[in-house]
């Protein structure tokens, strides 16, 4: 069974520091893995997508790398912001299934203080 | 829509009560999901619909969870004889593609927060 581990639980920052969230998984036969952010009350909002045979993904101020072999992925981000306090997921699409199911990790909790 | 739209935003029901959870995907989306969030957890796979089949039910905890989409549109999460251990966020999900493995991003709504007392 897959299991999505996420480290730290939870972080605070001050504003302007780059960042490094972690995110490992226990089976490599993954399709694409996902970034994911949530607000309190909210529901998720994907950020990054990164497929198997990808090695990183960017997008503004995020970047997400991929290592499959180790079953690791880290989501950088640049330059923080107050605005970037969220709560931040990561989820594995399996390869061996025909749906489409998603399994994610606890999240990281960010604090950015201005 | 501009979005997906569950409803309602918040339920409190008694021990013992039934409850349906309302989902509206984005116009268009083949591919519906649900998934139940406890707190301080990462969301938890339930059920899947392609169109109104539902292909995937292996998630859902017991057979008092039950889902449809009957014109392939609208999703409904029925629980029954809700207990306190059914408390938490049910998030709804949808995206463009019918495929099966697919790279398309999902779209979740802002969930249902379900407690059960």
């Known amino acids: 069974k897959q299991e999505v581990t996420q480290i730290p639980a939870a972080l605070s920052v001050p504003e302007g520091e780059n960042l490094v969230l972690n995110c490992s998984f226990t089976?490599?036969?993954?399709?694409?893995l996902q970034w994911f952010r949530q607000d309190p009350g909210k529901g998720l909002t994907s950020l990054l997508l990164?497929?198997?045979?990808?090695r990183e993904q960017t997008s503004g101020r995020l970047n997400a790398s991929l290592d499959k072999s180790s079953g690791r992925s880290t989501l950088y981000i640049a330059a923080s912001q107050p605005g970037d306090s969220a709560t931040y997921l990561c989820a594995v699409r399996p390869r061996e299934t025909s749906g489409s199911r998603l399994t994610f990790g606890e999240g990281t909790q960010l604090t950015v203080n201005p | 829509g501009a979005g997906v739209s569950q409803s309602p935003r918040y339920k409190v029901a008694k021990r013992g009560q039934d409850v349906a959870l309302r989902c509206d995907p984005i116009?268009?989306?083949?591919?519906l999901f649900w998934y139940q969030q406890a707190l301080g957890q990462g969301p938890e796979f339930l059920t899947y619909f392609q169109n109104e089949a539902q292909l995937d039910k292996s998630g859902l905890p017991s057979d008092r969870f039950f889902a449809e989409r009957p014109e392939g549109s609208v999703s409904t999460l029925k629980i029954q004889r809700t207990q306190q251990e059914d408390s938490a966020v049910y998030l709804c999900?949808?995206?463009?593609?019918?495929?099966?493995?697919?790279?398309?991003?999902?779209?979740f709504g802002s969930g249902t927060q379900l407690s059960v007392l």
């Open positions: 116009s268009g989306h083949v591919s």
């Open positions: 089976d490599s036969a993954i399709y694409n």
């Open positions: 990164i497929q198997s045979s990808q």
């Open positions: 999900a949808s995206s463009r593609n019918d495929r099966g493995l697919s790279n398309e991003k999902l779209f």
